[in-house]
């Protein structure tokens, strides 16, 4: 069974560029979560989406949005690019059914602004 | 305010040593607790999930148990290919279910 697919794995952009980050989540899976992680913060949730609509959201500016398709596929976009948002930038599926759900993460995809 | 702590932040053994990491939470209700391993560049993999505590589970030579404030990861003689990141993560039932607030993690380091 194909695990979750993050595209593209590496990407390079220039301060005040916009961005858009793409997620194929487990065949099945409804549910699919954002979250950026560097060295000192750690993980941090950025947004989940459930039925192509944001279910939660964390504490990041208005620039990081997202969306989800009919197909549980997510897309992730940052606009007006700073140096801070240099992160790997993960996003995770799951059932979210009844109960207890386990998340599976994607490889990532690394940002680097410069 | 929802909090996971982990400690240590990092840890050398030896091979054959064996030790246990430590995850410390502070949540409303407890939905569920996560284990996961991270590589160096790859993406969190999952370990094992916990709900109630008294609760453990077992894979291969890492055993994790839950109380009501914290949960420990045990690692059984460990192997160098052990070494990675644990990271330990909740779910309050406040939130939604892909709603996850992770701990920072413990390095693990295994010498042959």
């Known amino acids: 069974k194909a695990g979750v697919t993050q595209t593209p794995r590496y990407l390079i952009k220039t301060r005040g560029q916009q961005v858009t980050l793409s997620c194929s989540p487990i065949?099945?899976?409804?549910?699919v979560s954002w979250y950026q992680q560097t060295p000192g913060q750690g993980l941090q949730f950025l947004f989940e989406y459930f039925s192509e609509t944001q279910r939660n959201k964390g504490n990041f500016p208005g620039r990081f949005s997202g969306r989800q398709f009919s197909n549980s596929r997510s897309e992730m976009n940052v606009s007006t690019l700073e140096l801070g948002d240099s992160a790997l930038y993960l996003c995770?599926?799951?059932?979210?059914?009844?109960?207890?759900?386990?998340?599976?993460f994607g490889q990532g995809t690394r940002l680097t602004v410069v | 305010e929802d909090q996971v702590t982990q400690s240590p932040e990092a840890l050398r053994l030896q091979e054959g040593e064996s030790s246990s990491l430590n995850c410390s939470y502070t949540v409303s209700g407890l939905r569920g607790l996560f284990w996961y391993r991270q590589d160096p560049g790859k993406g969190p993999e999952f370990l094992f999930t916990?709900?109630?505590a008294g609760e453990e589970k077992e894979k291969e030579r890492l055993k994790a148990t839950l109380t009501k404030k914290e949960s420990f990861l045990h690692i059984t003689a460990p192997k160098p290919e052990d070494s990675a990141t644990y990271l330990c993560a909740v779910q309050d039932i406040r939130g939604s279910q892909g709603n996850l607030i992770f701990g920072k993690g413990t390095k693990l380091s295994v010498k042959p």
């Open positions: 916990l709900y109630s």
């Open positions: 065949s099945g899976h409804r549910s």
């Open positions: 995770a599926s799951s059932l979210a059914g009844q109960g207890i759900t386990e998340a599976f």
